[in-house]
């Protein structure tokens, strides 16, 4: 069974803080890694997609890295503002299976102003 | 920006009964899946959709569950027999491409609530 585990849970933090979340999936069999930003009533939105041990990706304040010999990738947000609060998903493909994701349960972000 | 739409957002239905859930996929992508999670619980796949045929399903995806493309647009979910545990918000994602190394565009759901 394949499980996704996020880290942590939930998070408060001030405006203009930094900060950073884990994600962590099997090591073995990997294709790619996801991230997705959701925002309640909205859709979730691909931030990140990633593919090789070693990747760092950034968009703006956001960016993220992979490390698929350990299992592990980073969500880093730099400077955090209200606009950021919402919930961060990882999602991971295998190479058995690479039209589906596998999602962790996500970290729920608030900034307080 | 292309998106993803789901109608209705959200569905009250009384056990037993047939719902139908409608995407409408980004135009020029050719896969087609459905997600649902349950209240407190993680994003679950529940199947994929390629070339007018299922390409993989997961446990969850039994004979109650069935998808379409019934034109060129829409892209369906149906669950035939409503339980209390289908209760969920379910999403429609499509790709550009199948291999999961690229982005999905998702829709922002249909809250399902069987009473």
């Known amino acids: 069974i394949l499980n996704v585990e996020q880290s942590p849970q939930s998070l408060h933090v001030q405006e203009g803080d930094s900060t950073n979340f884990t994600c962590s999936f099997p090591s073995s069999n990997f294709y790619a890694l996801h991230w997705y930003r959701w925002e309640t009533a909205k859709s979730p939105e691909a931030l990140f997609v990633m593919t090789l041990n070693g990747d760092e990706k950034k968009k703006g304040r956001i960016s993220a890295t992979l490390n698929t010999k350990e299992g592990y990738s980073y969500l880093y947000i730099k400077g955090s503002q209200p606009e950021d609060s919402a919930t961060y998903l990882c999602a991971f493909t295998s190479g058995g299976s690479n039209y589906k994701l596998t999602f962790g349960k996500g970290t729920l972000l608030t900034v307080n102003p | 920006e292309p998106e993803v739409t789901q109608t209705p957002s959200h569905q009250v239905t009384q056990m037993g009964q047939e719902v139908i859930l409608r995407c409408v996929p980004i135009?020029?992508?050719?896969?087609f899946y459905w997600y649902r999670q349950i209240l407190g619980q993680k994003v679950e796949f529940l199947v994929s959709?390629?070339?007018?045929?299922?390409s993989e399903k997961s446990e969850i995806f039994d004979d109650q569950f069935s998808v379409e493309r019934p034109d060129g647009s829409n892209f369906t979910l149906k669950i035939r027999s409503t339980k209390l545990e289908d209760s969920a918000m379910y999403f429609c994602a499509s790709s550009e491409w199948g291999q999961g190394g690229y982005g999905y565009t998702f829709g922002s759901g249909t809250r399902l609530t069987v009473v």
């Open positions: 959709f390629y070339n007018n045929e299922i």
């Open positions: 135009s020029n992508h050719l896969y």
